[in-house]
């Protein structure tokens, strides 16, 4: 059974993250020929990330209806610029395409990548982030909603359900002590990127869960979501992870999660390495108290992910 408001999954997942390639003909089809073969591999559930191309609940929803019986997700959509209303149909329609097999992470977004792509930045983010969930939240679990915050607002005057479109669990890539706090009350769990094993154990579980206790909520879900590449190099492997995870040191969020790990170098968040090395690794976010796992393939990785969808498999 697939969490939802009231409910955790009784049983640990292990994910991959789906990346369509960028040179095929069609990329939705591209999506579903490898959600398919993932599937036959052993994989039971998938994540899309959200990027400014194709767009990821879409994505999971129509992969979901294809290939029946795979668990199907994002990971992540930002909260800006849409409006939690237009998130809540486009969510509850993948739902209702997937027969219950969706799931809905959710990001707090980056201002600068956000001030570029749009010409526009939003800031309170703990605030914006509070006030979408509320609204999910109430539109998820009554099909209505009537809310005026200071940066959000849902009123619609009808009914707003989708037959066939709920439960929705929603995570949240959730790193910090508020984000923690408001995912821990009002979500079903956080989905955090580049959180390491110690992160994790010492950090985001207990303050996670003391916040879902204090709401009357169920334990909430933690699921790890962990880049990776299975390769008879590592030493290859992890000079590529330094160059590719670069990026993320100058994002203020995960600066501040990597330094919280007490690492000197962001490749050691990754799991590099032969099958067997990279489960021992994997199992060190189990270990610390991660109810799931989301395997996020490298770029080295995303052209042979066979390796990868059998690592899953085997957890």
Request: glycine content about 10%.
């Amino acid at each position: 059974m697939e969490s939802g408001p009231g409910r955790v999954a009784p049983f640990m997942t292990t994910g991959v993250v789906l990346i369509p390639d960028p040179v095929a003909g069609n990329a939705v089809d591209d999506a579903i020929d490898q959600a398919r073969r993932a599937y036959a591999a052993g994989v039971r559930q998938v994540w899309f990330p959200q990027r400014f191309d194709l767009d990821a609940i879409a994505l999971a929803g129509v992969v979901g209806a294809a290939v029946p019986g795979l668990k199907v997700g994002t990971s992540v959509v930002p909260l800006n610029p849409r409006h939690p209303l237009i998130v809540a149909g486009l969510a509850q329609t993948a739902q209702a395409a997937s027969h219950g097999h969706f799931s809905l992470g959710l990001g707090l977004g980056a201002h600068e990548p956000e001030r570029v792509a749009f010409g526009q930045s939003w800031p309170n983010t703990i605030t914006r982030l509070r006030e979408h969930l509320t609204i999910l939240r109430s539109v998820f679990d009554s099909g209505t909603v009537d809310f005026h915050g200071t940066e959000l607002s849902a009123s619609p005057q009808w009914d707003v359900r989708v037959p066939g479109g709920s439960p929705v669990p929603v995570y949240v890539a959730a790193m910090g002590p508020k984000a923690l706090a408001v995912t821990g009350e009002l979500a079903d769990g956080t989905l955090p990127y580049l959180a390491g094993p110690r992160t994790i154990g010492e950090f985001i579980v207990p303050t996670i869960e003391k916040a879902a206790a204090a709401a009357g909520r169920p334990r909430p879900r933690v699921i790890a979501a962990v880049p990776v590449l299975v390769t008879d190099d590592e030493q290859a492997g992890r000079a590529a992870a330094a160059e590719e995870l670069g990026f993320y040191t100058t994002i203020p969020s995960y600066q501040k999660v990597i330094a919280r790990e007490g690492i000197d170098d962001v490749a050691e968040l990754a799991a590099i390495g032969s099958p067997d090395a990279v489960l021992r690794q994997l199992r060190r976010y189990l270990d610390a108290g991660a109810t799931d796992l989301n395997l996020s393939p490298l770029r080295s990785q995303s052209g042979s992910p066979q390796a990868l969808w059998e690592v899953a498999a085997a957890l």
